[in-house]
């Protein structure tokens, strides 16, 4: 009964088993001593092979003649491999680019964002033009020359104020080789502002 679920089992896997992953496999069905015993059985009975890599067995259905296969055949499953294995690498560079245009796509706004933000966009300019209109409503708009004059005066004062604060330097200076105390104290003294 369990030599022929262990070779039933063999057969629709058709793949190498140890005794651990068969009794596993079969869900504890049977006991590891017994599916041991199943195994030594079959192999002597020919109808699977067993095969030692250091301390573990391992065993396999004997393939039937008939499966094997010949050499053309072989040969074409080889080609289809390649070729499958082409086209794969065909697609996944067409996966990559398809990805890229996605993420580029997503990245950009939606319809609904882009019109929310063009309202709102709208909605600061109006805001904007009429702060504007708000601003130059009361002013007067100067001309050149009386601009030219402003800023012949500023400058004007500029250079007296520099020429005023350089006299100012010169002289605490020169006080304050002679006091005692520091040039903050020396302008409250005297009741210069800064």
């Known amino acids: 009964?369990?030599?022929?679920?262990?070779?039933?089992?063999?057969?629709?896997?058709?793949?190498?088993?140890?005794?651990?992953d068969i009794?596993?496999?079969?869900?504890?069905?049977?006991?590891?001593?017994?599916?041991?015993?199943?195994?030594d059985e079959l192999s002597e009975k020919g109808s699977i092979r067993e095969k030692v890599y250091g301390?573990?067995?391992?065993?396999?259905?004997?393939?039937?003649?008939?499966?094997?296969?010949?050499?053309?055949?072989?040969f074409e499953l080889n080609e289809s491999i390649e070729k499958k294995s082409k086209e794969a690498v065909?697609?996944?560079q067409e996966i990559k680019l398809l990805e890229g245009k996605l993420k580029e796509i997503q990245s950009q706004p939606t319809t609904q964002q882009a019109e929310a933000d063009n309202e709102r966009l709208k909605k600061s300019?109006?805001?904007?033009?009429?702060?504007?209109?708000?601003?130059?409503?009361?002013?007067?708009?100067?001309?050149k020359e009386e601009w030219k004059k402003v800023e012949e005066e500023l400058n004007k004062v500029t250079k007296e104020y520099k020429k005023r604060s350089r006299w100012l330097?010169?002289?605490t200076d020169a006080v304050l080789e002679n006091y005692n105390s520091s040039k903050n104290q020396l302008y409250e003294e005297i009741g210069i502002e800064m």
């Not at 009964?1 to 005794?19: D, F, G, H, I």
């Open 90 to 92: 065909q697609l996944e």
């Open 1 to 20: 009964m369990c030599s022929e679920a262990v070779l039933k089992y063999l057969q629709s896997t058709n793949r190498p088993y140890s005794v651990n």
């Open 23 to 39: 009794f596993q496999n079969l869900h504890n069905a049977y006991s590891k001593n017994v599916i041991q015993k199943s195994l």
């Open 55 to 74: 301390k573990q067995k391992i065993y396999c259905v004997i393939q039937a003649a008939e499966d094997v296969g010949n050499e053309d055949e072989l």
């Open 169 to 171: 330097k010169d002289m």
């Open 125 to 143: 300019n109006a805001l904007l033009k009429e702060k504007l209109n708000q601003l130059t409503k009361g002013v007067s708009i100067i001309s």
